[in-house]
């Protein structure tokens, strides 16, 4: 299947055909197996070797598709990337390219951050990406005009 290009940096996916569905599919390094290749699987492929390759994320602590409950409801954050402390400090939420990142968007990972409590949250359809800092001291939103590099998210001791 052909992908557009992405606002991130080239990577090269580990893909193939699966031979018993003859669905296409791409190796996840954090799942560690291959899973369907949708448009959305795209991005968070190509988003999360960003976080890795570009902005230093350690990928022992990012977690993709990761289980969690909201309320009464189980659900699942597409990306968790967990602080020193082994507790949740980003979630990521995906959007196929042609998905428009709207306020409903933002209200879903709203939804996850309070079961979470995280720092950051960042939105991303592989062409547009948010980020926002979580000020809970002064209990407000702060959107980052870039992607913050790992050091600012966990600084060194």
């Known amino acids: ?9 080239e990577c090269t996916l580990k893909t193939r055909i699966n031979p018993e569905t003859g669905t296409e599919e791409v190796f ?7 899973v369907r290749l949708s448009p959305e699987e795209w991005v968070r ?32 954050c597409d990306t968790i990337v967990y602080g020193k402390t082994g507790h ?4 990521v939420e995906y959007k196929a390219p042609t998905v428009a990142l709207t306020q409903k968007v933002f209200d ?23 980020c926002c800092h979580l000020n809970r001291q002064l209990n407000r939103f702060e959107f980052l005009p870039q992607l913050p590099m790992w050091s600012l998210i966990e600084p060194p001791q």
């Open 1 to 9: 299947m052909n992908y557009p290009k992405l606002n991130l940096p």
């Open 28 to 34: 996840d390094p954090q799942r560690k197996k291959y």
């Open 45 to 76: 492929q190509n988003f999360v070797h960003y976080l890795i390759h570009s902005l230093g994320y350690p990928q022992g602590r990012i977690g993709n598709e990761v289980p969690i409950r909201v309320g009464r409801m189980e659900k699942r």
């Open 88 to 91: 949740p400090a980003v979630i």
């Open 108 to 130: 879903q990972i709203l939804r996850y951050d309070f079961a979470l409590q995280v720092d950051y949250l960042i939105v991303s359809n592989g062409l547009k990406h948010y």
